[in-house]
């Protein structure tokens, strides 16, 4: 933990003048600093150390702040050329025809009304389902769902394998960040790959119920593979806990043989992606 400590403190050491430039843009596209504490929940006086360079935020502030500006960790320290450049086509993008604005509207129905229902979904998740890059691959993920603004946002972590999924494990991970909510009686998740636009995901479950620890799906998505193959399989979200021990949880990400005896026998029977003979079309069990 020293060294990541260590390691982040050389980063703002070196982009010191960079990072400033860029938190202060990220705070003139609100009507004021002392807004942006507020939202954030830090010292008005301690942020205006940030901004002036007298003080370097903590790793933890770090990314408290690099979460509510919707940046991934590292974007604080490119150049600010890059920054402001990014951020002009990210605002662009924002300037949708009216049309467009209007459909957003199911959105805003899916993971804003009544998200404060979806308070017992919080906590982490192994994701389990079949790789679409190898039909006998179970594939692992780490997602974890948390608040933020009243909105319960998802965040899911892989471990990069390459294109076959089946390369030895190493520390790169790959980040999905997205929304989690509902319409009626079903939940609705949709994440996508800030690095790469071209990757989205999307998941609609059962509600777990009140004893129930495991959520059963479908989740639909595009591989990273160079063949972009669209693939649905089933997907079950087996709950760990509110708190728990990250780093050993990412060490348990990958993608195993279907005979593999870490994956639980339950969870492989409820992700198989079979058909009946009776069925015309692929659904959730």
């Known amino acids: 933990m020293a060294d990541i ?13 960079d990072y400033l430039m860029n938190l202060q843009f990220c705070c003139n596209h609100y009507r004021s600093v002392s807004e942006v504490c507020r939202r954030l929940k830090i010292n008005r006086q301690q942020f205006n150390r940030y901004l002036t360079g007298v003080t370097i935020p903590s790793r933890h502030n770090h990314k408290l702040i690099s979460d509510f500006f919707g ?3 590292d974007e604080l320290f490119s150049s600010h050329a890059a920054f402001a450049a990014t951020f002009k086509r ?4 924002q300037d949708s025809p009216a049309v ?12 804003g009304s009544g998200a404060e229902n979806l308070a017992e979904y919080r906590g982490f998740y192994f994701k389990y389902f079949y790789s679409y890059l190898g039909e006998t ?3 692992r993920e780490l997602a974890h769902w948390r608040y933020d ?7 899911v972590k892989q471990r990069y394998l390459g294109e076959d999924e089946t390369g030895e494990a190493g520390f790169r991970f790959i980040t999905y960040r997205g929304v989690v909510g509902h319409l009626n009686d079903r939940l609705m998740v949709i994440d996508h790959h800030r690095g790469a636009a071209s990757e989205v995901a999307a998941m609609i479950l059962f509600p777990k119920g009140r004893l129930l620890k495991r959520l059963h799906g479908l989740t639909l ?9 669209i693939g649905a399989a089933r997907v079950v979200m087996d709950f760990l806990g509110t708190e728990i021990d ?3 949880a990412l060490s348990r990400l990958g993608t195993f043989d279907r005979d593999d005896p870490s994956v639980p026998e339950g969870i492989k029977r409820a992700i198989k992606n079979d058909m009946r003979a009776d069925e015309t079309m692929f659904v959730a069990r």
């Open 5 to 17: 400590a260590s390691r982040f403190r050389i980063a703002v050491a070196e982009h010191k003048a």
């Open 71 to 73: 940046l991934e960790v």
């Open 90 to 93: 990210r605002t662009a993008s």
């Open 100 to 111: 467009l604005r209007h459909h957003a509207g199911l959105l805003r129905t899916i993971s």
């Open 137 to 139: 691959r179970i594939k």
């Open 149 to 155: 603004q009243n909105v319960l946002v998802s965040s």
């Open 221 to 229: 998505g595009v591989s990273h593979g160079t063949a972009r193959s």
């Open 246 to 248: 990250i780093r050993a």
